[in-house]
C-alpha cells in the first residue's frame, strides 16, 4: 500500500541555519504530496503543496519540489528562526479518496 | 478555506465509559474524516464521514468501536466507545472544501485521556 517515510527527529538548528527534512513516497498512480506543520498547542495546519511531478510548493520560506524519478518531496528552508520550531508532517493522497497518508512526523527546534 | 470546531477540546474519561466528539464545520463541505495521534505519534485515518450512510472505516478500526455519524454537510460525530487507556490519544476532524480533493483543513482536534 501506500507509504510515507520521514527522517527520523529530533533536528536542531541554530536559527539562521539551513533546513532540510527528507521525505520519500511509495504510491500507485500519481499521488499529491502535501507538508503539513503542527507548532506547539497548535492544530495542523497545510504548509505547502504540490500535486504534479516537478511541481514546486513553497510557503512562508519553506519550498519542496515533487521528484517523481526518486519518489522525494524534500522540505527546504534556506534561514530557520525559532518560530519555526514545530514538528512537520510529509503527506499523500492519491485517486479521489481526499485520504491522507502521513509520515511519521519530524520535530524541528531552532535555538536562538 | 474552511473554519472547523470541535468539542471536546480535552477530556478524561474512565475506563469502560464512551465519549462523543463533536465536529462542525462553518460551511457545507464535500468529504469528512476523523484522525487518530496518538502520543507521540503521526496521524492515522479512522473512517471517512459519509452524508447520509454508514461510515468507510480503515482497516484495524471498527463501527462498534468508533461509531461515526453525519447527519448534513456540515456537522459529524466520532464515539469513542468502552474506553481503555490505549485509546488515549488527540481526536482531529478534517475536511475538504470545495472541488479540490487535494487540500485538507483540520480542526484543533481533541485530547482526550483515559485512565
Known amino acids: 500500500g501506500d507509504s510515507v517515510t520521514q527522517m527520523e527527529g529530533p533536528v536542531t538548528l541554530s536559527e539562521e541555519a539551513f533546513l532540510t527534512i527528507n521525505c520519500t513516497y511509495t504510491?500507485?498512480?500519481?499521488?499529491?504530496l502535501f507538508w503539513y506543520v503542527q507548532y506547539p498547542g497548535e492544530g495542523l495546519q497545510l504548509l505547502l503543496k504540490a500535486t504534479k511531478a516537478d511541481d514546486k510548493g513553497s510557503n512562508k520560506g519553506f519550498e519542496a519540489t515533487y521528484r517523481k524519478e526518486t519518489t522525494s518531496f524534500h522540505l527546504e528552508k534556506g534561514s530557520v528562526q525559532v518560530s519555526d520550531s514545530a514538528v512537520y508532517f510529509c503527506?499523500?493522497?492519491?485517486?479521489?479518496?481526499?485520504?491522507?497518508?502521513f509520515g511519521q512526523g519530524t520535530t524541528l527546534q531552532v535555538k536562538p | 478555506s474552511a473554519v472547523i470546531s470541535q468539542k471536546p477540546s480535552r477530556d478524561i474519561c474512565q475506563r469502560g465509559t464512551s465519549l462523543t466528539i463533536q465536529c462542525q464545520v462553518d460551511s457545507q463541505v464535500t468529504m469528512m474524516f476523523w484522525y487518530r495521534q496518538q502520543p507521540g505519534q503521526s496521524l492515522t485515518l479512522i473512517a471517512t464521514a459519509n452524508q447520509g450512510s454508514e461510515a468507510t472505516y480503515e482497516s484495524g478500526f471498527v463501527i462498534d468501536k468508533f461509531p461515526i455519524s453525519r447527519p448534513n454537510l456540515t456537522f459529524s460525530t466520532l464515539t469513542v466507545s468502552n474506553m481503555s487507556p490505549e485509546d488515549s490519544s488527540i481526536y482531529l476532524c478534517?475536511?475538504?472544501?470545495?472541488?479540490?480533493?487535494?487540500?485538507?483543513?483540520f480542526g484543533p482536534g481533541t485530547r482526550l485521556t483515559v485512565l
Open positions: 504510491a500507485t498512480g500519481y499521488p499529491s
Open positions: 503527506a499523500l493522497s492519491s485517486g479521489n479518496t481526499g485520504k491522507l497518508i
Open positions: 478534517s475536511v475538504t472544501a470545495g472541488s479540490s480533493y487535494n487540500e485538507q483543513f
